[in-house]
């Protein structure tokens, strides 16, 4: 079975720098998808990028950007120049093409320092 | 309608009770899904349908029943309310099957297991 693995329960960053969360996972399937969501106070799950495994390029949107390590099976988020509106909880996330599950991490809390 | 919606926003049950969480979307969406949020363990899957007329048990599913009817709801029911059931649930959708789209969640519904 599939695992996603995210090592850091809170971390903090201040306004403008930049930070890297790390999500780790498990599987036997050499194609999928991986995701960061984020998940702000509200409770709305929001989408903040997508990385199919069969692309060696890494994903970028905006000030997001991960770092795809396929062999490795890493799957770190970066964000850059850091906002007060990034602190949330985000979720790394695996989607199997097999059977559709997609499987959560736990969480990494978020603060932005201002 | 936009999206997915869920209702109610929050409940307080009694034990012993039954209780039907209802989600609604309006994608179009083949796929539907069932998830608990609590804090430390992540989102963790109950149930699933890949289209409308079959369901699928997720990582957790005992104590909950679903059904997909039609393509554009998919309640969940706790036919006896425990309170380890006290937890976050959001439904989610996506367009199918295998395809590289993210989830779209709802906006969670809160409820309690007293």
């Known amino acids: 079975a599939q695992t996603v693995t995210q090592s850091q329960p809170e971390m903090s960053v201040q306004e403008a720098e930049t930070v890297t969360l790390s999500c780790t996972y498990d599987?036997?399937?050499?194609?999928?998808?991986l995701f960061w969501y984020k998940q702000p106070p509200s409770r709305q799950m929001i989408l903040v990028i997508r990385?199919?495994?069969?692309?060696?390029q890494n994903a970028t949107e905006n000030r997001f950007s991960v770092n795809f390590q396929k062999a490795a099976k890493s799957f770190s988020l970066k964000i850059s120049d850091s906002q007060l509106g990034d602190a949330a909880m985000y979720f790394c996330?695996?989607?199997?093409?097999?059977?559709?599950?997609?499987?959560f991490g736990k969480g990494t809390r978020l603060h932005i320092l201002p | 309608i936009a999206g997915i919606t869920q209702a109610p926003t929050s409940q307080i049950l009694a034990a012993g009770r039954r209780m039907t969480l209802r989600c609604t979307q309006d994608?179009?969406?083949?796929?539907m899904y069932w998830y608990r949020q609590d804090l430390g363990l992540g989102l963790r899957l109950i149930h699933y349908s890949n289209t409308a007329g079959t369901t699928g048990k997720g990582e957790v599913p005992d104590g909950y029943s679903v059904s997909r009817a039609n393509t554009d709801d998919f309640p969940l029911t706790l036919a006896s309310a425990v309170p380890s059931q006290t937890s976050v649930y959001f439904c989610a959708s996506s367009t199918g099957f295998g395809t590289r789209d993210e989830q779209f969640f709802g906006p969670g519904t809160r409820l309690t297991v007293l």
């Open positions: 994608m179009r969406h083949n796929a």
């Open positions: 990385q199919e495994a069969y692309k060696q």
């Open positions: 599987t036997s399937e050499s194609d999928y998808y």
């Open positions: 996330a695996y989607r199997s093409l097999r059977d559709d599950k997609i499987i």
